[in-house]
């Protein structure tokens, strides 16, 4: 057997430091030699280095440059030190794999036997960054035959396949530590073949050496992994959590090393076809083993299969060096199969809207009945329309459901103001139609909250000229343009607010604004990462396809196409749950962020929290929503768009209530909800109803519908 000694010039590069006397003479020599070509790579990946997002801190400079010799190439190329060029390297890893992940394989030694399949194998792993060391293992030569499946050269015929492996390795990454044993692997050198490493592939050809090899990793109490090239077979056997598991799943019982050796090709085929089972073996590769020896060489292998097997192993590598579960057993990564299975692509980014849609029904006939129509039309959270409308002699209920209530809803804060702006509409309306009278807000046992409008004869100037507008009030999430609201323009809705007893606080000015902007940004961050609050904001969403009653048509989120893929990245769970464990995810805020930079004020509606009530109470909150729905119907009325805006911490009084609404980020909240009452100054003694961006910008494309209200009652 030719040892490693002999063959580390053929295989490994020589990696010089000019600081080191040795190396200096070395690198001096070379220079000296005409026929050796040098290129001087530090500049182009410094730059490359500088375009990283978030780089690393290597602790490296000039001093850590190394001159590295690739006698097969006869070239020497100079690069920066070991951890700047794998930062570069494997930057596109992330977050695939993240750098906490990267470290911790890069203390995982493999060692791979035979290099046709377990060259792309191997190489795979380095590519990835999957190991820290490999160590490969091939008695055999290159030859023509191989280049359909090897990814070498015809350069390389004639040179040992091992040798062939590391040098492609050494190319790409000259500091990834490779052992080769050029004289492959047998009874006298597989126990120290295995010695040292974390895992063991084995795809050689010859049966003997695959049970030789299973043997030895059992007694090292090693991983074994195996690919076929045939159905994308992966075979995965765990000696390290089972040091008892027969080798081959037990499929060729108690078959001994010396009943496979010196077997040809043809005499394989009884106990490849047992291993890999008469049954699961493709058409293709099972008529070809009644072929070989006759029309064939060997059972074939095509190149596409063999990747796709390297693929498969990196990826339970990966697993294993991760400390994922992964169990012993085999699957299969099927791509011819799974190409007869075909289907439509699920076509779920939504088309652009239409330039109008209109509600569907009639005008309500009757004065009760264009009451109760124009309740149904307040707005709530999530168009959720929290209540019921009921009719008695004299009077109009709203009555707050609780069976519509979501987290975010603590303690019914935010229906209730939901019920005081549909009461503020029901106001409107009986004005309009000359039947105003008294309203109370009632808080009784098994009924949280209800608003009680008295049929009377009356009416207010006031109130009834906002009756088309609250019939036509909508939300509007475009973009703004920008500019500055008119002082009187901001005075009236601060009027607005204060006839219905609340207060507007507002934010007008562009820093401020970007404050506002990063916070309920944040806000929204956490209302992706947690689980819960995931759930329920995209069970409010509604494609044009479904009922649209309730819910948030997602046409009126008005997406522009990047932020349609966003939503539909946004809207798996597994992984909002990897961007929770990586403490990401800010792009999640993005939406939010864009509309408040765009946005000409942000304003809260206050109101004075009564002594005695927790947070106000029901009631206070149903009396700020009328202020709510006031000021919204007077800002379109002025020719502002208003879009309600919802940070998690809204109804928030107290740390355990934030404590039980995101367990894992109550702590941001908290500090996120100071910040935000500090940037609006809201004193400690007024409670938020509700935020509001208000700004310039186009017409809606889309209003929100509401459950139709039939006869006394609403259905759904």
Request: aromatic share 6%; net charge negative.
């Amino acid at each position: 057997m030719v040892g490693e000694a002999d063959l580390g010039v053929e295989y490994r590069p020589l990696v010089l430091d000019p600081g080191d006397p040795d190396d200096e003479r070395a690198l001096a020599g070379l220079r000296g030699t005409s026929y050796i070509e040098f290129n001087d790579l530090r500049g182009l990946l410094a730059a490359e280095f500088g375009r990283l997002n978030d780089p690393p801190e290597t602790g490296e400079g000039p001093a850590d440059d190394r001159w590295v010799y690739y006698p097969w190439r006869r070239s020497v190329v100079v690069l920066p030190g070991p951890r700047t060029f794998r930062a570069i390297r494997l930057d596109r890893n992330r977050n695939k794999l993240t750098r906490a992940e990267q470290e911790r394989l890069a203390t995982l030694t493999v060692g791979v036997v035979g290099q046709s399949v377990g060259h792309a194998i191997a190489y795979t792993l380095a590519q990835e960054g999957a190991c820290g060391a490999l160590r490969l293992a091939d008695f055999d030569e290159l030859e023509l035959s191989n280049l359909n499946r090897v990814p070498a050269t015809l350069f390389d015929i004639g040179v040992n396949k091992a040798i062939v492996a590391a040098r492609r390795i050494a190319e790409l990454d000259p500091y990834l530590p490779v052992e080769v044993r050029g004289g492959g692997v047998d009874t006298d050198s597989v126990d120290d073949f295995v010695d040292g490493v974390g895992l063991v592939v084995e795809e050689c050809d010859s049966l003997d050496i695959k049970l030789l090899v299973r043997e030895a990793a059992r007694r090292r109490k090693l991983p074994l992994i195996m690919e076929t090239s045939d159905r994308g077979l992966v075979d995965v056997e765990r000696f390290d959590l089972e040091p008892d598991r027969p080798p081959f799943h037990g499929l060729l019982g108690d078959t001994a090393v010396t009943q496979l050796r010196g077997l040809s090709t043809r005499d394989k085929a009884p106990y490849v076809v047992g291993l890999l089972g008469a049954r699961d073996l493709s058409a293709r590769m099972a008529g070809s083993l009644v072929e070989v020896g006759e029309t064939l060489n060997s059972w074939p292998q095509l190149g596409g299969d063999v990747m796709l097997g390297a693929a498969g192993v990196a990826t339970a590598v990966r697993r294993i060096g991760l400390g994922r579960p992964l169990r012993s057993g085999r699957t299969r990564l099927d791509i011819e199969y799974a190409l007869d299975t075909l289907t439509d692509p699920d076509l779920d980014l939504v088309d652009d809207p239409p330039e109008t849609d209109t509600e569907p029904g009639r005008p309500a006939a009757t004065p009760v009945g264009r009451i109760l129509a124009c309740a149904q039309r307040a707005p709530s959270g999530g168009n959720i329309q929290p209540w019921s409308l009921h009719t008695a002699p004299g009077e109009i209920r709203i009555a707050l459901e609780t069976r519509y209530t979501t987290a975010m809803d603590i303690g019914y804060r935010g229906s209730a103001v939901a019920v005081g702006a549909a009461l503020y509409n029901a106001r409107v309306a009986a004005a309009a139609n000359e039947l105003l009278g008294p309203h109370e807000f009632v808080e009784a046992p098994g009924t949280p909250l209800a608003a009680v409008l008295h049929i009377g004869t009356g009416t207010d100037a006031a109130l009834a000229a906002d009756y088309p507008y609250a019939l036509d009030r909508e939300t509007n999430r475009r973009l703004g343009y920008g500019g500055r609201i008119p002082e009187s323009v901001l005075a009236d809705l601060a009027a607005a607010a204060a006839a219905e007893g609340a207060r507007m606080r507002a934010v007008t000015e562009p820093p401020g604004l970007r404050t506002a902007a990063a916070l309920l940004a944040e806000a929204d961050r956490v209302r992706y990462l947690t689980p819960q609050l995931h759930r329920e904001m995209f069970a409010e969403m509604r494609r044009p396809t479904d009922d649209l009653s309730d819910g948030i048509d997602i046409r009126s989120l008005e997406l522009a196409p990047d932020e349609r893929a966003a939503l539909e990245i946004g809207r798996r769970a597994d992984v909002m749950a990897q961007l929770h464990n990586w403490s990401a995810g800010a792009a999640l805020g993005d939406y939010a962020r864009d509309r408040v930079r765009s946005s000409s004020a942000v304003v809260a509606v206050t109101f004075r929290r009564e002594s005695g009530t927790e947070g106000g109470g029901l009631t206070g909150y149903a009396r700020a929503g009328a202020a709510v729905q006031r000021l919204w119907i007077q800002a379109q009325r002025v020719g502002l768009a208003v879009q309600p805006m919802s940070p998690v911490f809204l109804f928030s009084q107290t740390r355990t209530e934030l404590d039980a609404l995101s367990p894992a980020y109550a702590s941001r909240l908290c500090t996120l909800q100071g910040r935000f009452l500090e940037l609006l100054e809201v004193p400690e003694q007024e409670s938020v109803a509700l935020v509001l961006r208000l700004s310039y910008a186009a017409a809606a494309s889309v209003r929100s519908r509401r459950r139709p209200v039939s006869g006394a009652e609403p259905r759904g």
